[in-house]
């Protein structure tokens, strides 16, 4: 079965600090993987997803996030933070583009000055 | 860009009513759409994913008796809670897939809170 597991529940970072938000997988063959952020009372918003090709991906808002298999695991990062980016952040997994997504249990990002 | 809208994105009902969710695509044909559930501080854990013109299919220990899902039309899909009550409570969210796109279109949520 498929699961995800973000190992941080809840991270602190300064403005301008770097992040690094992380994400392992369990998936039998090359899984879909993507990171969405949530805002309080919000829905989800997509910020990057691996299907194949460099694992190496750029979303939106200046993240990024590297798939390593040998390591089963797909992390989040940014070079510099901004206080907006404070919000709730998803690691999701799934058989395909189109197929319902299984997701780890978020991590909480605040930033502070 | 592809847009699910989703209403109510809040709701405050009474133990032993019934509150309907809506998802509609926008501007595209979703023949499925997947619902999910968010309990305070968890993830989102899929409840079912409903096709068009035919029964849904529920997750394990998902009562289809209480939470009714229709999908009448390709751009609508509705999310029934019937006698809510208090453990009822949670953030519904819906998602549907686009076609080919290998994407997924995510509604914006309904808060639901039964007193």
């Known amino acids: 079965a498929q699961s995800v597991t973000q190992p941080d529940i809840h991270i602190t970072v300064s403005e301008g600090a770097s992040l690094e938000l992380r994400c392992n997988y369990s998936?039998?063959?090359?899984?879909?993987l993507f990171w969405y952020v949530q805002s309080p009372g919000q829905g989800l918003q997509l910020l990057l997803k691996?299907?194949?090709?460099?694992?190496l991906v750029q979303g939106i808002k200046g993240f990024e996030a590297e798939f390593k298999r040998s390591q089963s695991s797909f992390n989040l990062r940014k070079p510099s933070v901004h206080w907006s980016d404070a919000a709730e952040y998803f690691c999701?997994?799934?058989?395909?583009?189109?197929?319902?997504?299984?997701f780890g249990k978020g991590t909480r990002l605040s930033v502070i000055a | 860009g592809a847009v699910v809208s989703q209403h109510p994105s809040w709701v405050i009902c009474k133990s032993g009513t019934s509150v309907k969710i809506e998802c509609r695509s926008l501007?595209?044909?979703?023949?499925?759409m997947f619902w999910y559930r968010q309990f305070p501080k968890q993830s989102l854990m899929l409840m079912a994913t409903?096709?068009?013109?035919?029964?849904?299919?529920?997750e394990q220990g998902v009562e289809k008796d209480k939470f009714l899902i229709n999908h009448a039309s390709l751009t609508l899909s509705t999310l029934t809670v019937t006698s809510a009550h208090p453990e009822d409570s949670s953030f519904y969210i819906c998602?549907?897939?686009?076609?080919?796109?290998?994407?997924?279109?995510f509604g914006s949520g309904t808060q639901l809170s039964v007193l």
């Open positions: 501007d595209f044909q979703a023949t499925t």
């Open positions: 998936y039998g063959a090359t899984p879909y």
């Open positions: 999701a997994v799934g058989n395909s583009g189109n197929t319902p997504l299984v």
């Open positions: 998602s549907a897939p686009k076609g080919i796109s290998e994407k997924l279109f």
């Open positions: 691996y299907f194949s090709g460099d694992t």
């Open positions: 409903s096709n068009e013109g035919s029964k849904a299919t529920y």
